[in-house]
């Protein structure tokens, strides 16, 4: 060590690629690589060694490393190993700084997707919570406003099935609202209809009353006047059938609506039942100048005859009474497909007359029920004649309905049900 300590100190240092310096095993200096002696304190490290034990110093950026330096088994004294912490450092830095740059990121990256995600969800509720005011304003929803598999989908979806829920209960309660009220005015109109009924009525049977009571008084007055007499008994006769008529009307309306009679229905040839109620009516029509043209086809229909004959003598009488002075009266009939596939009769009766009022058109078949009050004292009408005629037509499996009406004349249709031999089995 004392004639090679320094030679040793510089290959050593070569073949370990550090900077080496030795020590005699006293702890003095032997050799080094380095340019100039390191100056370093030492001694408590070299007494370690001399244990043959193994000692490091840091100093900054300096770290030194000694060992016991052996020759076999002789112990020639301590080498020891200068390293730079600087590397390490900085390796140490660049590893912290990529953490916290790195972790820096992940964090702003975790906070920006956690930020839009929640932004979302919010604008999901968001929308959520609208939907429920639109259905609390009563504005209902037409379609789910979130599509979506997770909870807040089928949030949304049960949002929109309560809406169309309420919407439907809504509906049906406006519905029921609507028919109530319609039922409302109807029980009112009706009321209205009898008040006027009564009053018709009243008048009605007060006219051919007062004038029998005159006539009669006339005759007890002037009874030995042979054409007063004439006159009174020829007034008394008219006014008699009149009110007689007025009351039968009255009644058998009334007892249809009661009773549920049973009508004689039999195999009818249409054509004479037509022409019977044209000839009973051609008398009131020629005294208007009326003419009647018929276009008539041959053809059975099952009907009762009386039944048959008033309703037509009620739709001519019609016919004549709301005629225009000099019009006409156009009847005609014919077999029709019907809307469940059978065949029916249809017979129509139009006139030239003075029309039904748009307004009024889906009124003229209820009770009591007059176009207007100097129409019906003109005409000696009383509201019953229309719906006598829809009730029997009914009765025998028939309808009857205005088709239309207008200022050229009104035409209604009456709809009857063709004869089948199966009638006369069933009955």
């Known amino acids: 060590m004392d004639d090679s300590g320094q030679n040793l100190a510089v290959d050593i240092g070569e073949v370990s690629g550090m900077a080496v310096t030795l020590y005699k095993t006293d702890g003095s200096f032997a050799g080094t690589s380095l340019p100039i002696q390191p100056h370093a304190d030492v001694r408590d490290a070299l007494a370690i060694t001399a244990k043959g034990q193994s000692a ?46 790195t972790g820096g990121a992940v964090l702003a990256a975790g906070f920006l997707i956690g930020f839009l995600y929640v932004r979302r969800q919010v604008g999901i509720i968001a929308r959520l919570n609208e939907d429920a005011s639109r259905i609390g304003q009563g504005r209902y929803l037409a379609s789910p406003s979130v599509r979506r598999k997770d909870e807040l989908g089928h949030l949304s979806r049960g949002i929109f ?82 009110l007689y008529k007025l009351v039968e009307k009255a009644l058998k309306l009334s007892s249809m609506d009661v009773y549920d009679f049973q009508a004689a229905a039999r195999s009818l040839p249409i054509v004479p039942a037509l022409r019977e109620a044209i000839g009973r009516i051609q008398v009131k029509a020629d005294a208007r100048n009326i003419r009647i043209e018929a276009r008539l086809e041959e053809g059975n229909v099952w009907a009762d005859p009386d039944n048959l004959g008033h309703i037509l003598l009620n739709l001519l009488d019609n016919a004549v009474k709301y005629n225009r002075e000099g019009g006409a009266i156009r009847i005609a009939n014919a077999v029709r497909p019907g809307t469940d596939g059978s065949e029916l009769m249809q017979i129509e009766i139009a006139d030239t007359g003075i029309g039904i009022p748009p307004e009024e058109r889906e009124r003229i078949f209820d009770p ?43 035409r209604f249709v009456l709809e009857l049900r063709l004869f089948d031999a199966e009638d006369t089995e069933t009955n």
């Not at 100093?59 to 190993?81: C, M, S, W």
Request: charged share 30%.
């Open 56 to 101: 490091y110093i840091t100093e900054g950026d300096v770290i030194l490393y000694l060992a016991p330096l052996y020759n076999a088994d002789e112990r020639l004294g301590t080498v020891q190993f200068h390293g730079s912490l600087a590397e390490q450092r900085d390796f140490y830095a660049r590893i912290r700084n990529l953490f916290l740059t």
């Open 368 to 410: 009591f029920y007059t176009v207007s009050d100097d129409r019906s004292r003109e005409t000696g009408g009383t509201g019953l004649g229309l719906p006598l005629v829809r009730s029997l037509a009914e009765k025998q499996g028939g309808t009857v309905h205005l088709a239309e009406s207008g200022p050229e004349g009104s």
């Open 161 to 242: 099935e309560m809406s169309e829920n309420i919407a439907s209960s809504v509906r049906e309660l406006t519905e029921e609202k609507r028919k109530l009220i319609e039922a409302i005015a109807r029980l009112e109109e009706l009321k209205r209809q009898q008040k006027q009924f009564i009053g018709n009525i009243s008048h009605e049977l007060k006219t051919p009353l007062t004038a029998i009571l005159a006539y009669s008084d006339l005759l007890g007055m002037y009874g030995d006047d042979p054409e007063l007499l004439d006159k009174a008994s020829t007034e008394i006769r008219q006014e008699a059938k009149r």
